[in-house]
């Protein structure tokens, strides 16, 4: 039986870590897997109910009641939450604090741990998160931590938003970057930080398709 590969990409909020992953699993034919669409999923559950994401407690009890499922349409990863497809609302900057808030709460990690772990282990895949290369795939044949400076990530997801018709400052984007940087990497549970046997890719000096290139090239290297 042909070996699965896995590719975990990690790194900071804005890295291009979304962009660039969809775009190399196209290329190589693996399916990509957003698991931060998972903490936002959970998140966007802890805001419809009125629920403060940072309350431990209030954010666990809620696990037993949902259910948060993945499925892939033409290649297009969905995120369901109790069924209904969240995949858009999950987009918006309240959904990112409230992902960021549930993402500390080791009981949220440890609900989403099996559904991303099911998935490596029966597809070719490249999984972009926090803690894929450390935590949920440490056995993953490439590990890449992607970053950049959080001016540039910052321009970057304030050109998309403002893309997709959101009314955003700038400021305000630069500001909720640098907290989400803050929390995600400062947390107790699997803090943001590149694995031991990971390749740091900055993509600060490069555009998009340079990115592109430069990721294919690393997981080329390490699968040949
Ligand atoms: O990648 P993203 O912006 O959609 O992630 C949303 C939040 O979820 C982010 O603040 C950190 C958290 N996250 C995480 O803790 N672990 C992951 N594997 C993916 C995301």
Redesign the pocket.
């Known amino acids: 039986m042909k070996e699965i590969i896995n590719v975990a990409i990690d790194g900071p ?1 804005g890295a291009g ?2 962009t660039v992953a969809r775009a190399a699993a196209k290329t190589l034919g693996y399916i990509y897997v ?7 999923a959970v998140g966007l559950n802890a805001l419809r109910n009125g629920i403060a994401t940072d309350d431990a407690e209030a954010v666990g009890a809620t696990l037993g009641s949902i259910t948060v499922e993945l499925k892939f349409e033409n290649g297009e990863q969905q995120v369901l939450l109790n069924g209904e497809n969240v995949s858009s609302e999950i987009r918006t900057p309240d959904a ?1 604090m409230a ?2 808030n549930v ?1 500390a709460i080791p009981a949220v ?1 440890a609900f989403l741990f099996d559904l991303q772990r099911d998935i490596a282990a029966k597809n070719d895949c490249i999984m ?5 290369g450390t935590v ?1 795939l440490p056995d993953a044949q490439v590990k890449i931590f992607l970053t950049a400076s959080p001016e540039i990530r910052a321009r970057r997801r304030y050109d998309e938003l403002i893309e997709k018709g959101q009314q955003v400052e700038f400021k305000d984007v630069l500001d909720d970057l640098i907290k ?1 940087d803050y ?2 990497s400062h947390r107790e549970v ?1 803090p ?1 930080r590149p694995a031991e046997d990971g390749v740091i890719v900055d993509t600060s000096g490069l555009n998009l398709e340079e990115s592109i290139n430069k990721v294919i090239e690393v997981i080329e290297e390490k699968t040949k």
């Open positions: 909020a870590k979304s957003d698991t931060g669409a998972l903490y936002r990112s992902a960021s993402s990690r972009d998160g926090r803690d894929i949920v989400r929390n995600d699997a943001l």
